[in-house]
């Protein structure tokens, strides 16, 4: 991929979106030129396909602020008062929980390989051999108060007889492992899951947590349509996906993420015609209106708009931003590598990612389409971990992604580096910031609204 000293979003949209299109187009072209098969690498696993979608914190809107007068909303965002009030003093802070640095804590995580029995082998890097594990240490140190460590009693607590669900692909599956194995510690759960989604069950505070796989978000089908024959994915971006949609009536909090699907092969459409593709050409020439990384903002704001205007859906749902890969010098399958990375990027020393700027952009774009839309019976907020965990080219598995003795962790002879994954988050690692992120978001929605009921 390429990466450019460090410029604003604006400047980069300034410059044009198209040179950014041809950018990312070449980009995805270099590194995914085999299209599913090659991803399949990474998300075979579970071929139904799990992709997921962030959540900007600083974006989070306030849908109601008569009834949730101090709740974080209305200073979150970038230009937020500052404030000295601590996130763990019991008044909402106004605090950014975005912008700020990483810092080793020698306290170590809360959880390892070995004690959480549902962590996916392919993310359970110190089992796998990783050799170092400062990454495990670096904690997220937001600028003007703290985040706390994850609170597994409290979380319990606070989502006391509620069911919350991860939507998306297989980076929303690391989130809820994550999530799964710092809770595993207070009380192991009960699995609950059946062919439609896992579930797990804590019995002391009746407590569900949920994990449903939608790669796109929006409808998809393999029939042929039109020109299009059966097998490639046929993309309704106007049409938010029903194997999602049909259950969130019965949830409480929806985590949606999504976004490295696009990369993959599809057609996109919009009102049942062809106006746009990925990794596939139209037998005869047509204008290309929608490419991959519009096609994703508008898969965000169809999918978000469907949930902020559902009839029977009163929940919380919070949208994780887009999850940076750290693939340096390459792609995944062109000698991208982040094998060495042992430790952040240092403050000032982020090089930008082009690709990951465009995808961040439309998906906050697609979030407040979907806010100008809310019908104020849910509530929508973003919890935005891009920045964040650009700084994180430590956290990925990296070669270690497999228990095989004998996988290739070194460069080869000629320089190449081995098969690596630096596109999902260790666990224990950094990705478990998210959970800490996540309830903070959650505490300052019910412990707010509960003080108002007081
Ligand atoms: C916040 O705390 C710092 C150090 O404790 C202090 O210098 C600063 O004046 C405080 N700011 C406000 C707005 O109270
Ligand atoms: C909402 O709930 C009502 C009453 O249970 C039901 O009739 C209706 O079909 C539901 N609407 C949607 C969109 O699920
Ligand atoms: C939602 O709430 C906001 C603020 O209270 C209000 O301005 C807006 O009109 C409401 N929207 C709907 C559809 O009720």
Redesign the pocket.
């Known amino acids: 991929m390429s990466n450019h000293p460090r410029t604003l979003s604006s400047i980069t949209l300034s410059i044009g979106l198209l040179a950014v299109f041809i950018t990312v187009a070449s980009w995805i072209l270099l590194s995914y030129p085999i299209g599913s098969v090659v991803w399949n690498y990474f998300y075979g696993v579970e071929n139904t396909g799990e992709l997921d979608l962030p959540v900007n914190l600083e974006a989070q809107v306030q849908t109601d602020e008569s009834k949730f007068p101090k709740s974080e909303g209305a200073g979150k965002g970038k230009d937020g008062a500052k404030s000295n009030v601590t996130v763990d003093s019991g008044n909402p802070p106004k605090c950014d929980l975005y912008h700020g640095e990483w810092f080793y804590d020698p306290g170590g995580p809360l959880y390892t390989g070995s004690t959480c029995p549902v962590l996916t082998q392919m993310q359970n890097c110190q089992l796998n051999g990783r050799p170092d594990k400062e990454y495990e240490n670096w904690r997220w140190k937001p600028s003007e108060c703290e985040l706390p460590r994850f609170n597994a009693a409290k979380f319990l607590e606070l989502m006391r007889g509620k069911t919350l669900a991860f939507v998306g692909d297989s980076v929303a599956r690391n989130h809820m492992e994550s999530l799964v194995c710092l809770l595993w510690k207070e009380e192991a759960p009960k699995n609950r899951g059946n062919r439609h989604m896992h579930r797990w069950y804590f019995r002391s505070k009746s407590v569900m947590i949920v994990r449903i796989w939608s790669s796109w978000l929006v409808h998809s089908t393999s029939e042929p349509f039109s020109n299009v024959p059966m097998g490639v994915a046929k993309l309704h971006l106007d049409v938010p996906d029903e194997t999602f949609m049909q259950y969130i009536?019965n949830f409480d909090v929806v985590v949606l993420s999504s976004g490295h699907w696009f990369a993959k092969q599809s057609v996109y459409l919009l009102n049942n015609e062809i106006v746009g593709w990925q990794l596939w050409s139209p037998p005869q020439p047509q204008e290309m209106k929608v490419n991959n990384v519009d096609a994703f903002g508008i898969s965000v704001e169809t999918s978000l708009t469907a949930m902020v205007t559902?009839?029977?859906y009163t929940g919380l749902t919070i949208v994780r931003t887009y999850s940076p890969d750290h693939y340096e010098g390459g792609a995944w399958n062109t000698g991208g590598s982040c094998t060495g990375k042992e430790k952040p990027v240092l403050p000032g020393q982020l090089v930008q990612n082009e690709l990951t700027n465009i995808m961040h952009e439309k998906q906050v774009t697609g979030f407040y389409q979907a806010i100008k839309k809310q019908e104020n019976r849910s509530k929508l907020k973003l919890m935005d971990i891009t920045e964040a965990f650009s700084y994180r080219h430590d956290g990925h598995p990296g070669p270690y992604r497999s228990p095989d003795p004998n996988k290739m962790t070194q460069r080869g002879p000629d320089g190449r580096p081995p098969p690596q994954d630096c596109l999902h988050w260790c666990m224990p690692g950094p990705v478990d910031t998210w959970n800490e992120l996540m309830l903070e978001i959650i505490r300052l929605e019910f412990e707010g609204s509960q003080n108002l009921a007081s």
């Open positions: 009536p559902h009839p029977n």
